[in-house]
């Protein structure tokens, strides 16, 4: 079955950086993009980028350009985001989101269908 | 980016109404619109993608419509386990987007 399993919570001062990792079984990890999404504490979904496992392609949201990172170990089926920088406003859930997708010929099909456990990162001085 | 916007931003209601939820997009996304469903502490969860079509094993209760621009998710009949956070997500553009999501309370 399809496992997405992040890295534990973090508790970070402001100016590091954070590394969060989500670990992928069950399924064949260059196969699928993995997208992160965040959730600060009672507030709604944030999308933040997405890699393509296969060739490490990217593509982040405007708002976290220059500050996030995404990578992927394929040999362990990890997908990594790293944010740099951290504030306050930081603080939040982070999720890993495996996109599926389908096409035709003129027509596609892109949604999460797997989602991580979310790594709750902490930003305080 | 393109804008969702979801309405309500909450909604009282008990079980065994019928429950409809909006989003609506800053501009037309075709059908490439998803419904997701939270519950506190968890990950969201899939319910509808493509505007219309129903995830496996999400119970019949649940549907989505619209095109273009406006969309709606209508849950038939409310059951004490669909009291939760809904959201719409946008797949049309490159930059992926969420509503600001939808509580549903109990009255």
């Known amino acids: 079955q399809v496992q997405l399993v992040q890295s534990g919570a973090e508790v970070k001062k402001p100016g590091a950086s954070v590394k969060v990792s989500c670990k992928a079984s069950?399924?064949?990890?260059?196969?699928?993009?993995m997208h992160w999404v965040r959730q600060a504490p009672g507030q709604g979904l944030e999308w933040m980028g997405w890699i393509n496992p296969n060739s490490g392609g990217t593509n982040y949201a405007q708002k976290f350009q220059g500050r996030v990172t995404m990578t992927r170990d394929t040999s362990i089926s990890t997908a990594y985001m790293e944010l740099s920088r951290l504030r306050s406003d930081d603080t939040a859930v982070y999720y890993c989101a495996r996109r599926y997708s389908s096409s035709g010929p003129s027509w596609y099909l892109y949604y999460f269908d797997y989602w991580g456990q979310g790594t709750l990162v902490t930003v305080s001085s | 980016d393109i804008q969702m916007t979801q309405s309500p931003s909450s909604l009282s209601a008990s079980v065994g109404d019928r429950v409809t939820i909006t989003c609506r997009a800053s501009?037309?996304?075709?059908?490439?619109l998803n419904w997701y469903q939270q519950k506190p502490g968890k990950a969201p969860k899939l319910l509808i993608y493509?505007?219309?079509s129903l995830q496996s094993g999400v119970p019949s209760r649940f549907s989505g419509s619209g095109s273009g621009t406006d969309f709606t998710l209508t849950i038939s009949s409310l059951q004490p386990e669909d009291f939760a956070t809904y959201y719409c997500q946008q797949s049309y553009s490159t930059a992926w987007t969420f509503g600001q999501g939808t509580k549903l309370e109990i009255k």
């Open positions: 501009q037309s996304i075709s059908s490439y």
């Open positions: 069950g399924y064949t990890f260059t196969g699928y993009y």
């Open positions: 493509a505007a219309s």
